[in-house]
């Protein structure tokens, strides 16, 4: 007999995210036969920024998102320094990959400690750790209490994480020192020994709390291998580059289908977004720099807010995996447990090149190149958010903003079908997945969760009545 | 033996043998500590960016009379968080249901994060399914102010709209209005206190939880903040605002030159479009990001200007001179 679920609201995600699942028994075994992903909020960001000064990009694009806001003044401000044709000292590229990489590493402590152990283990009986569903606990006693008490210390670490952004970031979420030109903090001494303090304590919390408690919920539910994998197509726009014209990044751009281990270069111009099963309007696919978004609620067929952004047509998973499968750093497999292995080596990894660029800092170094505002242009930003590929599409006339799009990683990950019907990452990546118990079906959680979603960025603008124009940032 | 919520703590940051606890001792504790005088927050998530939710959990500041407070103090010591998307265990109708339970109960502090889209009946922001009912962020407002103790409103967007109700009306394309006018639309007496800022301070949050444990009178401005956090020229002719309070501000010993472009340490950036002299917040002796060695930075000392974020214009024109 065939079971409907939904799960709404999904917590421990950033944003509104409503997942609608079937349960089936196929071959004497109960799982999940379709998953719809159902993001529910939308905002207006694109049109507050049709006619600003391009300059105040960064500002209101970080607050797109309060989990990745660094990532979104990284997109903006690489946008704007193509649009005016500025390049940046050294001393500005590693100050913003210094405050994007601290971001990182505070992001992944996040979502491991925070989102996903409760998962797995009993937290302490009250709020707001008091278990949903208290089932397939595995790990013994002693080592559940031990991991709710690193759950306890990972709220000082993503702390002191934070701090470590705002030494040059100057806050966060959303830092001021992102600015097109370069960076408007110096690199003062006490700020790089301030910085070292920091990376010096978190790099063994990463080596030496978080990791091993990744590789021990992995001991105890190996079967986590073989779920949510999904299509295994990966996804990496490449950041943290090395140098100022971009000619390496600590984390390479590409792609890969089927889980191949080679992946291919990656052409911006294949990115587009499909509508047909979208609240909006019905056409053709387009790219970011091209669509039109029409509300349309209710719509035969339609049945969330998102867009469903594609690569040649193929749906593609983003984050640290595809990152670091993509690099060459990890390619054990494509499922849960291999979403939080790659996730937490790649917050080492990030981690430990830090140490190495906060040394490469020139204290009295130039930080800022003032650029020149141009009359028109048109421009696009890619970086990497934490939970994976962020972009930005902008165009300016009469040096003011006309146009502004944004595709943000849960766009990619959380999209509904598209124009050839095809589920999204997300939603195949459930379909499969083998249910215990389908009142508590724990393993829906898990599954989503590896993805590290985050539908803050869900800011479509509509314009109500008879000008149906409509501007779309996705998620991230 | 005794143990108290603060001990709790302490098993936790330290490790799960150092005070020979169990979590099912530890569950009786709770049980024993579940009594009157710990508030229960319902925290909700409407048109916002959730940035206030992760600025809070950087909490490390000296509240006096309490003393040093961090987040972990506040979740375990001061309140029961009955409804938090972002931490809590729960999902799906459990979670709704402890939301249900709280408002049948009473007395609750709602926290508000984010502000209110009406138009298309609510549906820009639905936060979650109860029983087969789809819940905007609107009616479960409407669902939850009845029965609320006080309104805290945590960030620009739940006190003033923010970037989503920003720029001329027609742009308000979510029909978003503030929580504190929304609120007032069902109960024009019911209180709110706003704590802006994009994001919040989470100090000058904790400082507001800590007074209505401590049931403190709160003085409000005509804009509803604590004048205590936020004074101004409106109440107290003698307030002063970020730039007279700023220690870059040439009358305050800081340089007499000014700013010129980015990057010049130490220098009033007031040419290059600081908004510090119409703005009010504490961010000058505060600071952000504190920490066992104390603040890390702030907006003007990492010459990133104060954009304003704390004022019911944020985020207004133009950011740049």
Known sequence: MKIQAAFDPVTRIEGHLNINIEIDTVNGVQQVVDAKAIGGLFRGFEKLLIGRDPRDAQHITERICGVCPVAHGMAAVKNLDTAFGVAIPDNALIMRNLVNGSNFVESHILHFYLLSTPDFI????????????????RLSKDQNDQLFSHYVQALTIRRKADQMTAIFGGK??????????????????????????FINELIPFIQDVYIPDVQLLASKYPDYFSYGKGYGNLMSYGVFDLDTAATSRLLNRGYIVGGSRSPQALDVN???????????????????????????????????????????????????????????????????????????????????????????????????????????????GLTEAPRGSLGHWLEINDSKLSRYQVISPTTWNCSPRDDAGQPGPLEQALIGTPIINADKPIEVMRVIHSFDPCLDCATHIIRPGKETEVFKLGLC | MRVTRRDFLKYC????????????????????????????????????CQGDSVSFLNLYADLPPVGLVTTADVLINYVNLA?????????????????????????????????????????ACIIAT??????????????????????????????????????????????????????????????????????????????????????????????LRPTALFGNKDVDEHANNVHENCPRNPNNGGNPDLATTFGQDYRCLQDLGCRGPSTFSDCPSRKWHNGENGPVNWCVDCNGMCIGCVEPDFPGGDIYL
Not at chain 2, 140 to 159: E, P, R, S
Not at chain 2, 169 to 190: L, Q, R
């Open chain 2, 13 to 48: 940051t330290a490790s799960a043998t150092a005070l020979g606890l169990s979590l099912g001792e530890l569950e009786r504790l709770e049980a024993a500590l579940a009594g009157p005088g710990v508030p229960t927050l319902l925290w909700l998530h409407g048109s916002g």
């Open chain 2, 83 to 123: 409804y938090h998307t972002v931490v809590m265990a729960s999902a799906g109708q459990t979670a709704v249901t402890m939301a249900n339970q709280a408002n049948r109960k009473g007395g609750y502090v709602l926290v508000l994060e984010g502000g209110v889209p009406t138009a298309f009946d609510g549906r």
């Open chain 2, 130 to 223: 109860d029983g087969d009912q789809e819940l905007t962020y609107q009616q479960a407002i409407h669902n939850l102010v009845g029965n609320a103790a006080v309104i805290l409103c945590v960030g620009t967007c739940a006190c003033y709209g923010g970037i989503p109700k920003s720029g001329p009306v027609e742009y308000n394309s979510t029909g978003v209005v503030s929580c504190p006018e929304f609120v007032h639309s069902i109960d024009p007496a019911k209180t709110v206190i706003n704590i802006p800022g994009c994001p919040a301070h989470p100090a000058w949050v904790a400082w507001g939880v800590v007074q209505l444990i401590l049931n403190n009178p709160v003085e409000l401005d005509p804009y």
């Open chain 1, 172 to 197: 966060i979420p959303h830092p001021p020192a992102y600015i097109s030109g370069g960076f408007t903090c110096t690199p003062r001494q006490e700020r790089i020994d301030l910085f070292n303090t």
């Open chain 1, 270 to 380: 294949q990115i587009s977004e499909h509508v047909s099963h979208s609240w909006f309007q019905n056409a053709p696919a387009a790219h970011p720099s091209q669509g039109q978004s029409i509300p349309e609620n209710p719509k035969t067929g339609g049945y969330s807010w998102l867009k469903a952004p594609r690569y040649n047509n193929l749906p593609f998973e983003v984050g640290p995996l595809a990152r670091m499968w993509v690099n060459g750093d990890y390619q054990n497999g494509i499922s849960v447990l291999d979403r939080h292995l790659s996730r937490a080596q790649e917050a080492l990894k990030v981690a430990q090149a830090m140490k190495q660029w906060v040394n490469q800092l020139d204290p009295t170094g130039p930080v800022y190149n003032e650029p020149t505002l141009p009359a028109s242009a048109e421009s696009y």
């Open chain 1, 122 to 137: 009993e937290g302490a009986a009250m709020p707001p750790w008091q278990a949903d569903w208290p089932v397939d606990r």
